[in-house]
Each structure stands twice: as C-alpha cells, then as structure tokens.
T-cell receptor, first 112, second 115 residues
Framework: ELKVEQNPLFLSMQEGKNYTIYCNYS?????LYWYRQDPGKSLESLFV?????AVKQEGRLMASLDTKARLSTLHITAAVHDLSATYFC????????????FGKGTLLTVNP | DADVTQTPRNRITKTGKRIMLECSQT?????MYWYRQDPGLGLQLIYY???????NKGEISDGYSVSRQAQAKFSLSLESAIPNQTALYFC??????????????FGPGTRLTVL
C-alpha cells in the first residue's frame, strides 16, 4: 500500500525567508504532483514531476523529484504572504492506474 | 465558465436521508474521480471511473455509490447519510491519454453536513 508523508504539517514563516516542504512516499512511482489549496477553496495544480531529477519552478516555488530516494521537495524562496495556503503532494500509485494518494498537506502561514 | 462544476455547493441533511452530489465537466476528459476531504487527513479517493462503463472503488467506498451517466457527468450518492460522512467532497477529472500527464483538475467542492 502506497503511503505518502509530508513534513512539516504546519509551517509558520516570516516574509523573506526560505524553507522546504518534504514529501516522502513508500513505493515506486513514476509521477508526483503538487497542489495548492486556499482555505475553503478547491485544489490548484502547481507542478507535475515525471522523472528522476525533474525540477520545475514557478515564481518563488521550486519542486524537485528524486525517485531513487522516493522524495520530492517544494522549496519556497523569499516567502510572501500570498503564498499562505495548504500544499499537498500526491503520488501516482503506479503504471496506468493513475490513482493518486495524497499526503496530509502542509499548512503554510507567511507572517509579515 | 468553470471546466468542472459541482452541485450543490453546500448541503445540510439529516441522518438517514439519501443524498446525491453531481459533477459535470466540459474538459472532454475520460477519467473522473470523487474524493473526500477531512481536516488534517488530506484527500481520500472514494470512487473513480476511467470511462462510462468502467467504475472502480477507491479507498473509502463503503456507504457511497456512484453513477457515470455520460462521459461528462459523474454522480456520488450517499444512500443513507450518517454524521461521519460530514466532509468536503471534490470531483476531479483527468485525460487518460498517454501523451498527457494525467494531471487531475478539481471542481470547487461540495460541503456536506449530516446532522
């Protein structure tokens, strides 16, 4: 059974600081997704990572994937208040199944 | 107009009532999913459908049923609602073609409260 663990689950940051959210998963997978959710809202797709060593960047967020270590990171550079949200990683269960298993999410709060 | 819509957006009902949540999409995707979100638990997959004739149980299907009426419509039913089914429910869609990433796109959610 695929298990996906995110840490930390809660993260309070000051504006301008850098931090990393980690996503570990328990079994081999060929793709990993990062989503953002604002309070009471839907999930917005941020990144799709398809191969070992994949790195994607959008603004102050950068995501990477190490399939050998079964680890993805979401790095936040010079945080701003608008980045406050819950971030989820989700891992494909493998092959053509395309079922996603989600982590519990990281609630990020960026303080002025 | 939103690509993935859900109705109703909010619903309060009583224990034992039958409830149907509906999802429609205009993205032309073949795959549709129903998830449940509880605080601190991430999203859990209830049912998924890869086409009109292919419906599969997810992690937490007990107490739920689904119907794929057309490629664009996927409904979730609670036959006899109970309080621990109070949650936020999301529908999602994806394109199963191999040339795409199977990225899932989510609807706005339905907040269901069972009293």
């Amino acid at each position: 059974e695929l298990k996906v663990e995110q840490n930390p689950l809660f993260l309070s940051m000051q504006e301008g600081k850098n931090y990393t959210i980690y996503c570990n998963y328990s079994t081999t997978s060929d793709r990993l997704y990062w989503y953002r959710q604002d309070p009471g809202k839907s999930l917005e797709s941020l990144f799709v990572l398809l191969s070992n060593g994949a790195v994607k960047q959008e603004g102050r967020l950068m995501a990477s994937l190490d399939t050998k270590a079964r680890l993805s990171t979401l790095h936040i550079t010079a945080a701003v208040h608008d980045l406050s949200a819950t971030y989820f990683c989700a891992v494909n269960s493998g092959g053509s199944n395309y079922k996603l298993t989600f982590g519990k999410g990281t609630l990020l709060t960026v303080n002025p | 107009d939103a690509d993935v819509t859900q109705t109703p957006r909010n619903r309060i009902t009583k224990t034992g009532k039958r409830i149907m949540l509906e999802c429609s999409q205009t993205k032309g995707h073949d795959r549709m999913y129903w998830y449940r979100q509880d605080p601190g638990l991430g999203l859990q997959l209830i049912y998924y459908s890869f086409d009109v004739k292919d419906i599969n149980k997810g992690e937490i299907s007990d107490g739920y049923s689904v119907s794929r009426q057309a490629q664009a419509k996927f409904s979730l039913s609670l036959e006899s609602a109970i309080p621990n089914q109070t949650a936020l429910y999301f529908c999602a869609t994806s394109d199963g073609s191999s040339r795409f990433d199977n990225e899932q796109f989510f609807g706005p959610g339905t907040r269901l409260t069972v009293l």
